[in-house]
């Protein structure tokens, strides 16, 4: 069942607080009343606050990408940055870590490349012509309505494990420099990218869970929220409609400096009924705390003595 529009809560919640005057507005995005203008950008603020507060089922979105990895050949010198007589440079840029013969472990090219070459951040340890360097992508940019990681829910979908991480400022500088090749995928957020170690090399899929920092939708949009802020009458919200009239009588009341005990009450109790509905919880066991450990000394039968 779909929430009611904003100028539906705006009208039913003033009505019910007795506001004579103003109402059932006709409008409330187009509304010149002071009362109104400020109730709803309170409103728009809290709103955005309450999405912070609870990992709402509506605003959780599953993101999944595939790192790409190119091959090309090209030229090394010691003591250079530059990679020479590149055979492309087709779909590269400074997102891509680049492998090969002479080059140091945690390159990435340093610049866009132009023509045939490949500016890096390091140094060439060698010389060398027509060598295959590898140029894995490692970097990748968050999803255009992301606010906050969920936390285990990145995997490595084509290896069927979970990815480890996110990584502290030690353990980075530790996968960077010291001998860090692995099978499972390292990870870790870091100036505003999602980055991943070692580069691959190879086309896998991977996957996270995050919060949308979008909590509002238009009318005949799909449920998946896509604003921050109510723009039209007939915009929608994913929170239930108890609470956004709870938070309209609350913001109204502040605003006009009256007693806010009873609407703050009501409004807490809502919000908690709301993040309990939102989308159920697991059971609880009263019993023994089940492991996660598909085999080890607990559940693999003795035999074996003497042989």
């Not at 906050?148 to 500088?173: C, H, I, V, Y």
């Not at 709870?246 to 109204?252: D, N, P, R, V």
Request: include cysteine; aromatic fraction near 12%.
């Amino acid at each position: 069942m779909a929430n009611s529009t904003l100028l539906s809560l705006f009208q039913t919640t003033m009505q019910g607080m007795g506001v004579v005057a103003y109402g059932s507005p006709a409008t409330v995005i187009a509304n010149t009343n002071q009362d109104v203008v400020q109730t709803l950008a309170l409103v728009n603020i809290a709103g955005n606050e309450l999405n912070r507060q609870h990992e709402w089922q509506q605003a959780t979105t599953q993101y999944i990408f595939s790192p790409t990895y190119y091959s090309y050949t090209g030229d090394t010198t010691i003591s250079s940055a530059t990679l020479t007589n590149m055979s492309s440079i087709t779909s590269l840029d400074t997102t891509f870590m680049v492998t090969g013969t002479y080059i140091p472990q945690d390159t990435f090219i340093n610049a866009a490349p132009v023509g045939t070459s490949v500016v890096m951040n390091r140094v060439a340890t060698g010389t060398a012509a027509t060598t295959t360097f590898t140029f894995s992508k490692v970097l990748f940019a968050l999803p255009s309505d992301f606010d906050r990681m969920l936390d285990s829910t990145q995997w490595d979908n084509t290896r069927r494990w979970s990815m480890s991480g996110p990584k502290t400022a030690q353990e980075r500088e530790f996968l960077r420099s010291g001998f860090s090749s692995a099978p499972r995928i390292r990870f870790w957020q870091m100036g505003g990218y999602f980055q991943i170690w070692p580069p691959l090399g190879a086309n896998e899929v991977l996957s996270y869970e995050y919060v949308s920092k979008y909590w509002i939708m238009a009318t005949g949009a799909s449920p998946t929220p896509t604003k921050q802020l109510f723009t039209v009458d007939t915009d929608t919200c994913i929170y239930p409609d108890a609470l956004m009239r709870s938070l309209i009588k609350l913001k109204y009341w502040e605003a006009k400096g009256f007693d806010t005990t009873a609407a703050m009450r009501d409004y807490a109790m809502q919000l908690d009924l709301a993040k309990a509905h939102d989308a159920g919880s697991k059971d609880l066991s009263m019993g023994a705390r089940q492991g996660s450990t598909l085999m080890g000394w607990g559940n693999i039968p003795d035999s074996g003595y003497g042989t």
